[in-house]
């Protein structure tokens, strides 16, 4: 019974994605002339469809700096970035339930040594090292998404990870937008900053967190 309401699930799932797609609903959402006119003929209404079209956009694999940018141009740069974030953290959700109920399983099956050294890596200060994925500006979103899920890791460092690496880039992509929309060369010049500043904290978080388990690998256990 389970077992049917996973592939039952997963055919609905591939369904809405193939609908979503080839009803050129993608295409509409990196047109940031037609988001505009959506968005100021349908209001609310519209910031919700837009959110939750974002959601699936960045949930299918789409890149979530492309939302911000033509959200910031529709919207003006805070709305948009804070629009593109709650959209793709919706997408991200989606995207680890989505592992963990339909692959986890099979995974760890086919694969339980390498899910086993997944989970061991990621266990501990799960919200830092998903933080540091996400604010590096290489990486897919949806591989991180999918292995997280597939992973034994908590939702919820998982999630607060993700949200605050995912709100620089989209402050950045938000702010060039609103810059192109609005002809502002200092937007602009501000999110090229903000960008090379995030992916600078990035590494360095990177790089101090491999620097810290090489310690650990060679430390004295006694």
Known sequence: MASGLRWLSFAILVLTGYLTMSGDWFGFLTDQDRVADF?????????????????????????????????????GSIQGAILSTIATAIGATGCFFVARWLLRASLLNRFSDRMQRFDLLFTKGTLLKILMIR?????????????????????????????????PQMVIFAMAGAGIGQARLDQLVVSAVLFALASAIGAYLY???????????????S
């Open 207 to 221: 790089h101090n967190q491999r620097n810290q388990t090489l310690a650990d690998s060679v430390s004295d256990p």
């Open 39 to 75: 968005l100021n003929s349908n209001g609310l209404a519209g910031l919700s469809a837009i959110t939750l079209l974002g959601a699936l956009f960045t949930g299918f694999g789409a890149p979530r700096q492309v939302l911000a940018f033509v959200l910031g141009f529709a919207a």
């Open 135 to 167: 604010l590096l500006p290489v990486g897919s979103n949806l591989v991180t998404n999918l292995l997280a899920g597939c992973s034994g890791i908590r939702f919820v460092p998982f999630f607060w990870g993700s949200v605050l690496g995912y709100l």
